[in-house]
């Protein structure tokens, strides 16, 4: 069964501390994306990634920052935490060009900030 | 840029009630629509796709949508409803020609009550 991992279903971190959300692929997909979701706001995208070392800010990228040295592994870096940034964290991935008919999604981590 | 509309935030429906979620996207040469269901405390699952062709698309767990390009719709339906569907259905489009992102709208919280 293909899939995306999210390495922590939960999380709970102190103001300022730097904080990683890993995410994991099997399906050797290209594109790699970050999104967070908020109620009432649905899904935005905060990074992608079309290739290894290769990112693209979405919409709204400030604060964050992300990392791909393998093609499979997708990071999302907090640099110094803030209480804004508590939200459910979504990673996705898909393939390029015309096979790329939509995302496979992990199963969230839901970051809370203290 | 691409806009998803989806014009209830929230669909409160009686079991075996028929039901029908809305979603409206901003006009573009070609598009590729998708509909995703997100459980309580999960990611986002597939629930189908349109591509091209049959304007009537089908879906898993007997949801299906219409794609009508005049209207610049893609609102999904089911003829009746069980407990089990209840959860936040998101519309989302991909612009032809576009390689990596899809846009989604703010989801339609679906409650089925008994």
Redesign the interface.
């Known amino acids: 069964d293909v899939k995306v991992t999210q390495s922590s279903r939960y999380l709970v971190k102190r103001t300022g501390e730097k904080v990683f959300l890993e995410c994991v692929q099997d399906m050797d997909h290209e594109n790699m994306f970050w999104y967070r979701q908020d109620p009432g706001l649905g899904l935005r995208l905060i990074y992608f990634s079309y290739d290894v070392k290769m990112k693209e800010k979405g919409d709204i990228p400030e604060g964050y920052s992300v990392s791909r040295e393998k093609k499979e592994r997708f990071s999302l870096i907090l640099e110094s935490a803030s209480t804004n940034q508590t939200s459910m964290y979504l990673c996705a991935s898909s393939f390029s060009g015309i096979s790329n008919y939509g995302y496979t999604f992990g199963s969230g981590t839901r970051l809370t900030v203290v | 840029a691409q806009s998803v509309t989806q014009l209830d ?1 929230q669909v409160p429906v009686f079991e075996e009630a028929p039901v029908e979620l809305r979603c409206n996207y901003s006009s573009s040469v070609s598009v ?1 629509l ?1 509909w ?1 269901v997100q459980y309580p ?6 629930l189908l ?1 349109y ?1 091209s062709g049959s304007t009537l698309v089908k879906g898993i767990n007997g949801f299906e949508a219409e794609f009508n390009k005049s209207q610049t719709s893609f609102h999904l339906r089911k003829p009746s409803v069980h407990i089990s569907d209840t959860a936040e259905y ?1 519309c ?1 489009v ?1 612009r032809g020609g576009s ?4 846009t ?4 339609t919280l679906l409650t089925v009550n008994p």
């Open positions: 935030s590729y998708f995703y405390n999960q990611g986002l699952q597939l796709k591509l998101f989302a991909k390689n990596y992102k899809l989604f709208g703010k989801g």
